[in-house]
């Protein structure tokens, strides 16, 4: 059974920092690219981070560029994001994602709220 599970996600102030993670099980993790999306209520869901299978290709959006840094422990079979100067427009749910060809999964997201 495919999971995907993140943590680590909760209510920080302006400035402040947060760390992502996301448990992954019953795929060949080490095999699939990984991506952090985020979707505040309103908006349609955005990449954020996204890592190659074996972790040498690393890519952000402006938005967050600088401020995130995605990460995977491909022993550990865990996915993170550290973020870093939280902003309140990065209030959102963060998804982790796997993709492989066609295949593709999604955790059920947490929730991260910026806010003095």
Known sequence: QVQLVESGGGLVQPGGSLRLSCAASGFAFSKYAMNWYRQAPGKERELVA????????RDYPDSVKGRFTI???????????????LKPEDTAVYYCNAIRSQNTFWGQGTQVTVSS
């Open 50 to 57: 996204a890592i190659s299978s074996v972790g040498g290709i």
């Open 71 to 85: 990460s995977r422990d491909n022993v550990k079979k865990t996915l993170y994001l550290q973020m870093n100067s």
